[in-house]
């Protein structure tokens, strides 16, 4: 069974730039994950889809933080302009149902680097 | 809403040495808990999860978790540590459709 993928594996801008991160779930995973992750620290809830619908986006920075996931499927994560404070690792995850107990599966995750 | 502490920020610990990473939490009623394992340049893996039933979990890589409901615990526990094992653990709480991880211990293993 292949596992969540992601892509970039790294990606370095500028601040004010825009970028883009692409996550392909655990084929017939309903629920999408994007964690934040800043250096020492534990993954931080960005945005959870159940199939293409939100279900949170409470911890989304809105005014420059977006995602979609067409289709139900595979999902992007857009930030533009960035900030340095977005240096971070940006994890996806995909689970089964999306409920409390379901286990997540995390892909490698996109390091940013905003110099 | 659910939070969860990790007081150890990094322990390090001889090869062939047991092992006890804490977790605490606070939640109103017993959540779900789990333990995963982050390796360098990797994404998170599961170790072991609980939510009901024996409150001594065995997990993946011999790893164990042991759920105290007086204690609002759930530590992790390996009798003998292999070098393989150096990695950032983190602990996380599952509930109301949300999941909260603690900030993460880093285990060094020494030769």
């Known amino acids: 069974e292949a596992g969540v993928a992601q892509s970039p594996r790294y990606k370095i801008i500028e601040k004010r730039q825009s970028v883009a991160f692409w996550c392909n779930p655990i084929?017939?995973?309903?629920?999408l994950y994007w964690y934040q992750q800043i250096l020492g620290q534990g993954p931080k809830l960005l945005i959870q889809?159940?199939?293409?619908?939100?279900?949170?986006d409470s911890q989304l920075p809105k005014d420059r933080f977006s995602a979609e996931r067409l289709k139900g499927v595979d999902s992007t994560l857009k930030i533009q302009p960035a900030k340095l404070e977005d240096s971070a690792v940006y994890l996806c995850?995909?689970?089964?149902?999306?409920?409390?107990?379901?286990?997540?599966?995390f892909g490698p995750g996109t390091r940013l680097t905003v110099l | 809403a659910q939070s969860v502490t990790q007081p150890d920020i990094h322990i390090t610990v001889s090869e062939g040495a047991s092992l006890e990473l804490r977790c605490n939490y606070s939640?109103?009623?017993?959540?779900?808990l789990f333990w995963y394992v982050q390796s360098p340049g990797q994404g998170l893996q599961l170790l072991l999860k609980?939510?009901?039933?024996?409150?001594l979990v065995q997990g993946i890589k011999g790893f164990e978790a042991e759920f105290k409901r007086s204690q609002s615990s759930f530590n992790l526990r390996k009798p003998s540590v292999h070098w393989s094992d150096a990695a950032e653990y983190f602990c996380?709480?599952?509930?109301?459709?949300?999941?909260?991880f603690g900030a993460g211990t880093r285990l060094t293993v020494k030769p």
């Open positions: 939640y109103g009623a017993t959540p779900y």
């Open positions: 889809f159940q199939n293409n619908g939100v279900v949170d």
């Open positions: 084929s017939g995973h309903a629920t």
């Open positions: 609980y939510f009901s039933g024996d409150t």
């Open positions: 995850a995909s689970s089964l149902e999306g409920g409390s107990g379901d286990t997540q599966y």
């Open positions: 996380a709480v599952g509930a109301d459709n949300d999941m909260r």
